[in-house]
């Protein structure tokens, strides 16, 4: 049944932005604090108040444009967007209504095949956000705190151009990762700093027209926006094939029972009745602000995605992970900057550096160890010293517990240094020879494969120290003698 149906999401995020200040007023922005302690009265709306421009807001939102390849508008003005709630004492939200300051980019995510498509950005446009209704710490009455009236918000819109809830997730994780490198937003949907509006329709697969929308709020994580959306394409699709109609309008979703609920229908919707904000300056951006922006954007992830897989040579699997997190691709940079060994580079990063910060709930800017110290460790390989398995399982641990002892120091101490010389590896291999006569009979006998036991046997015997590379031939040699 399913098959018959094109599913359309289009998805609107608002990302509180990382300043210090608020949008209008320098009433601080932060999470967390005292309810009602971040309050002016600017953010009260007291009569004859005026708000005056967060200019970071400004760069913020122009920085994410420029990532997302949009166009930046020379000129915007504000707009008041009447409504009253009780979260928000002005009676009105400043937008951007008719003039958002980046229109038409895209972003790229990964389709369910894994394949590169482009979704196109349709707006982005500054905000500020509301207060918030208590509704579950009082019995009786709904509280209001309205330390977050006013923090600046950017609204992401995208076309509707995702076609599962499998590439919402992806699109989702690919913002918050740009506002996370960007630093303009941590994008935690728990706390609320990033939050998802989902708009889903349904329309049979050879229809020419999109089916009705309907908008779900309320969702705080990314996998509970693809669990609304699955269910309301579910519930959708069961709706028409009921030969009932959809009609347009928002609903709520409940993560615990993992259903949508409907909150109000668009015959219902408000008229907010925009018009110019009289109270704060027209912006012009010109160019130059354009281009001193561009040159402060760091590496982004897409960047260093092909980077890693084209010129390093890195699988996507690996080039995907080391730019997940700005700061381990950051940390992955410096390290490769003396080194070209960067299958061994990566390796380390993804297997001892992450599950060192596991173990120890640490981010990769506590990690006690340089960049330049372990590149030390990855030369030491490179240079046949010692060998990939005793740098990550004996030096590593050592470097991290005295992250003042250089890796050759360590590995000399610890008698780790790899024997390439013939005669050490030689009484190595012959002592291998004379412990297994019935391996060696076995091999002269034309069994071959066996040279990989004896190998494991050098290893263990020499304690690792054997340099594969050089011994595995004299053991070919010596085996034929023996
Ligand atoms: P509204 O005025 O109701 O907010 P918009 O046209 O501004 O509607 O679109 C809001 C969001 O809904 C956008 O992200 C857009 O891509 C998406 N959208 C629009 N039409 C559809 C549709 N038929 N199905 C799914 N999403 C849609
Ligand atoms: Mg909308």
Redesign the pocket.
Known sequence: MRDKYQV?????VHAQMLTKSKAYSSDVNEFGAMPNTNVSVITLGHPGTLPVMNKKTIEYAIKLGLACNCHIAENQYFARKNYFYPDLPKGYQITQDKTPICTGGHIEIKDENGTARNIGI?RIHMEEDAGKSIHDVDVYDTLVDLNRAGVPLLEI????DLRSSAEAYNYLVEVRKLLRYLEICDGNMEEGSMRCDA???VMLKDASE??T?V?VKNMNSIRNVQRAIEFEIGRQIEVLETGGKLTQETRSFDALKGITISMRSKEAANDYRYFPEPDLQPISVTEKQIEAIKAEMPALPKELFEKYTKELSLSEYDAYNLTDQKYIALYFEELISSITNYKAAANLMMGEVKSYLNQNGLEITDFPLKPAQLSELIKLIDAGKISTSVANQRIFPEMVSNPAENPLAIATRLNLIQESDEGSLKAYIEQVISQNPTEVERYRGGEKQLVGFFMGQLMKVSQGKADPKQANQLMRNLLEEA
């Open positions: 359309v999401i289009g998805l609107e349709t819109v995208s076309e509707p708009n889903i329709s999109f089916g929308k908008e």
